[in-house]
C-alpha cells in the first residue's frame, strides 16, 4: 500500500541555519503531496502543497520540490527561526480519495 | 470566524467508561474525519465521513464510533472496547469536491485514561 517515510528526529538547528527534512513516498502513480506543520499542543496547520511533477510548493520561506524520478518531496528552508521549531508531517493524497496517508511526523527545534 | 472546535482540550476515562469528543465546523465542509495521534506514530485515521448520515472506517476503526447527524457534527465515541484509548485526538474537514486541497485540523482533545 501506499506509505510516506520522513527522516527521524528530533532535528535541533540553530537559528538561521538551513533546514532540510527528506520526506520519500511509495505509490503506484502521482498523487497529491503535502507538508503540514504543528506547533505545540495544537492540530495541524498546511504549510504547503504540490499536486503534480516537478511542481514546487512553497510558503513563509519553505520550500519543497515534487520529483517524481525519487519519489520525493523534501522540505527545505534557508533560514529557521525559533518561532519554526515544531512537528513537520509529510503527507499524499490521490485524486478522488479523502484519505491523506501521513509519515511519522519529524521534530524541529530551533535554538536561538 | 470559520473554524474547527473541539472539546474538551483534556478528556479523562474510567476503566470501562465510554466517551464521546465532540467536532463542531462551521466552514461549510462536506468531508469530516477523525485522527488519532501517538508520539512517534504521526496520525491514523480512525473514521471519516463524505457527507451526511454516511461514515466509513478508516484505518483503526476499532473500539470507536462515530455518526454524522448534521454537517456540521461529527462526535467520535471511544467505547470500552478500545483497550488503548491514551491519545491526541484530531478532527478536520475538508471540501467534498476539492480532494487535492487541504485539511482543516481543530486543535486536538488529549484522552487519558485514569
Do not use: V
Given at each position: 500500500g501506499d506509505s510516506v517515510t520522513q527522516m527521524e528526529g528530533p532535528v535541533t538547528l540553530s537559528e538561521e541555519a538551513f533546514?532540510?527534512?527528506?520526506?520519500?513516498y511509495t505509490a503506484t502513480g502521482y498523487p497529491s503531496l503535502f507538508w503540514y506543520v504543528q506547533y505545540p499542543g495544537e492540530g495541524l496547520q498546511l504549510l504547503l502543497k504540490a499536486t503534480k511533477?516537478?511542481?514546487k510548493g512553497s510558503?513563509?520561506?519553505f520550500e519543497a520540490t515534487y520529483r517524481k524520478e525519487t519519489t520525493s518531496f523534501h522540505l527545505e528552508k534557508g533560514s529557521v527561526q525559533v518561532s519554526d521549531s515544531a512537528v513537520y508531517f509529510c503527507a499524499l493524497r490521490w485524486a478522488g480519495s479523502y484519505q491523506l496517508t501521513f509519515g511519522k511526523g519529524t521534530k524541529l527545534s530551533v535554538i536561538p | 470566524d470559520?473554524?474547527?472546535t473541539q472539546s474538551?482540550?483534556?478528556?479523562f476515562r474510567?476503566?470501562?467508561q465510554n466517551v464521546t469528543l465532540s467536532c463542531e465546523q462551521n466552514l461549510?465542509?462536506?468531508a469530516m474525519y477523525w485522527y488519532r495521534q501517538d508520539p512517534g506514530q504521526g496520525l491514523r485515521l480512525i473514521y471519516y465521513s463524505q457527507i451526511v448520515n454516511d461514515f466509513q472506517k478508516g484505518d483503526i476503526a476499532e473500539g470507536y464510533s462515530v455518526s454524522r447527524e448534521k454537517k456540521e457534527s461529527f462526535p467520535l465515541t471511544v467505547t470500552s472496547a478500545q483497550k488503548n484509548p491514551t491519545a491526541f485526538y484530531l478532527c478536520a474537514s475538508s471540501y467534498r469536491g476539492e480532494t487535492n486541497e487541504k485539511l482543516f485540523f481543530g486543535s486536538g482533545t488529549q484522552l487519558s485514561v485514569l
Open positions: 533546514l532540510t527534512i527528506n520526506c520519500t511533477a516537478d511542481d510558503n513563509k520561506g | 470559520g473554524g474547527i474538551p482540550k483534556y478528556l474510567k476503566e470501562g461549510n465542509h462536506d
